[in-house]
Every structure is written in structure tokens, then in C-alpha cells.
């Protein structure tokens, strides 16, 4: 066997099969339309809102700051997974190789890790600006919003250096199919054919804390905002508070609970098909989501819009 044959050999044994979400319909072409119609609402409402938040100094406050982050974010986000996704569908090709797959992996694990960690961010935003008001310039000024970001950022890596280079050194020795759209850890840790127990309980435990410690300052954050608001005086200041609250705790809920499902629930709860279809969720339709929740509930930035096209109107003070 010449050099040429063997390196062929390798690589087509050393390469993953993603079994991909389009096996699972009867029309796969017609929902690969659909992702990709939601993948380019995803990615221009995101730059929309980013744009808007950028241009108009209305919004040059640590919230909107906060907001066009999680907008890069899940622009990343949905980039890593959906491109591969739909290529394979077009050229009918599922292979990834293995330093793809783990390149992929690290980059989801740590944008989502990032992701958990911003959120606490900004309910802890919320809760100086609505806990504390007088004291909110000096709390969260441009260099504390840069060090929260950058604890995202750094804290929301640590999953990924953590658990990709364990997952990606198991030994695989039958199939090498992901019943999967993405090299998700735990479709990939399923593949191995030595004893994963200790790895999965680190893997859970890790999880845990990425996951209660963020949801402990959220919590914590909007219990003291609830509080606040039902001592105020004024019924629009409650109104404006609660609004602005309600758009954020519905962005946590529903990555959150996702995540809860994906790492947190016991395997006997799990199927692929189930998994696949909370991972679209939290992968593809929260990345659309986001921009819209924060765009049409918000009057300051639907008043940039409006600003932007041509019209001329009264900002509504932050």
C-alpha cells in the first residue's frame, strides 16, 4: 500500500458521519429552504439591530451595549452549525473531519458558556439601573461593562478547553455516525466504546455550574428588581421597568431551558430525534428570536429604526 492509499484510508477512518436533522423528514429539500431563510433573517436582523445600536447615541448605554453583544454572539452562534449543515445537505456529502468537528465544538461550547454568563450580565444591569438608579453611571461605566464582557467571554471558554479535548481523544471503534447536525458533546461521547461514567458526571457537573451561576444572579437580580418595581409610585416607570425585565427573562427562559434538557436531564429522557430538534431550537430559532424580542418590545430601538429610514422621532429617555 503506497503513502497516497494509507493517508485516504486514515482519513476516510478517522472522519465522522453527521446523520443530520434532514434524514429525519420526508422533504428534506423543502426544510433546508426553511433553515435557510431563518439562517439569513438570523444573521441580518442581528446586524440590523447591532447597526442600530452602533449608529444612534441614544442607545450608547451599557444595556444596548450588552444587547449588541449577545446579537454578535448569536450571529457566531448560528454560523457554526448551520453553513456545514446545509453544504452537506446541497453537495450530499455528511463527512467532518476530526479536527472540524472539534474546532466546531469549541466554538459552540464556548459561544454558549459565553452566552449563560452575558445574560447574568445583563439582569445584573437591570438591577443597578432599576435597584440603584443614582448610583448606575458610576457602577456600570464603560470599564466595568468591557471587564463584564470579558469575563463572558474568558469564563465562557473554560467548557470548551475543558470538555472538547477529552471528548475528541476517546477512542471510537465501530460506528463513527453522529446522529446529529453538529458535533454536540454528547452525540459524540455516545460514539465511544470505552467507559465514559466518569467523564459524563464531570461533563454534568460542569454544566451544573456553568448553568446555577448565572441563574443564582438572575434570580437574585430580578427578585430584587420585582421587589423595587412593586414599591414604585409611578405606574409607567412599573410599566417601562417590567417591559424591559419581561423582554430579557423571555431570552433566558428559552435558552435556558434548553441547555437544562440538552445537560442536565438524566440519558433515559433523551432520544436523537428529541435532541435534534432542542438543539434547532436553541441553535437556529433563538438566534432569530433574540433581535425580534429586543427590536419590536423596545420603543428606543424601534424609534432608531424609524430614525434611520428617514423620520424624525422623540427618543424616549433611558
Known amino acids: 500500500m503506497d503513502l497516497t492509499t494509507w493517508n485516504k484510508n486514515y482519513t476516510e477512518q478517522s472522519d465522522f458521519t453527521l446523520v443530520g436533522l434532514f434524514s429525519q423528514f420526508k422533504h428534506p429539500a423543502l426544510l433546508a429552504v426553511v433553515i435557510f431563510v431563518v439562517f439569513l433573517m438570523a444573521l441580518s436582523g442581528n446586524a440590523l439591530l447591532i447597526l442600530l445600536i452602533l449608529s444612534d447615541t441614544h442607545l450608547h448605554t451599557p444595556m444596548y451595549f450588552f444587547i449588541s453583544q449577545l446579537s454578535l454572539m448569536d450571529m457566531m ?55 440603584h438608579p443614582l448610583r448606575y453611571p458610576v457602577l456600570m461605566n464603560h470599564r466595568m461593562c468591557l471587564l463584564l464582557l470579558s469575563d463572558c467571554w474568558l469564563l465562557g471558554s473554560l467548557d470548551g478547553f475543558i470538555l472538547t479535548p477529552i471528548t475528541m481523544n476517546f477512542p471510537f471503534c465501530s460506528s463513527r455516525d453522529i446522529y446529529h447536525f453538529f458535533c454536540e458533546v454528547p ?132
Not at 466546531?104 to 435597584?131: K, N, W
Request: proline fraction near 4%; glycine fraction near 4%; hydrophobic fraction near 45%.
Open 187 to 318: 452525540a459524540v461521547t455516545k460514539l465511544s466504546c470505552s467507559d465514559t461514567w466518569l467523564y459524563e458526571t464531570l461533563m454534568y457537573v460542569c454544566c451544573v455550574l456553568m448553568l446555577l451561576i448565572p441563574v443564582t444572579v438572575i434570580s437574585a437580580s430580578y427578585s430584587s428588581i420585582l421587589l423595587t418595581v412593586l414599591r414604585m409610585n409611578s405606574a409607567e416607570g412599573r410599566k417601562k421597568a417590567l417591559a424591559t425585565c419581561s423582554s430579557h427573562m423571555t431570552v433566558v427562559l428559552l435558552f435556558y431551558g434548553a441547555a437544562v434538557y440538552t445537560y442536565m436531564l438524566p440519558a433515559s429522557l433523551h432520544t436523537p430525534e428529541k435532541d435534534m430538534v432542542v438543539s434547532v431550537f436553541y441553535t437556529i430559532v433563538t438566534p432569530l428570536l433574540n433581535p425580534l424580542i429586543y427590536s419590536f418590545r423596545n420603543k428606543n430601538v424601534t424609534e432608531a429604526m424609524k430614525k434611520m429610514l428617514g423620520e424624525n422621532p422623540s427618543f424616549q429617555k433611558q
Open 77 to 131: 452562534y448560528i454560523s457554526v452549525t448551520v453553513p456545514k449543515m446545509l453544504m452537506d445537505q446541497v453537495l450530499g456529502s455528511h463527512k467532518i473531519s476530526a479536527a472540524a468537528c472539534g474546532m466546531q465544538m469549541f466554538l459552540y461550547l464556548t459561544l454558549a458558556g459565553s452566552e449563560y454568563l452575558l445574560l447574568a450580565a445583563m439582569s445584573y444591569d437591570r438591577y443597578v439601573a432599576i435597584c
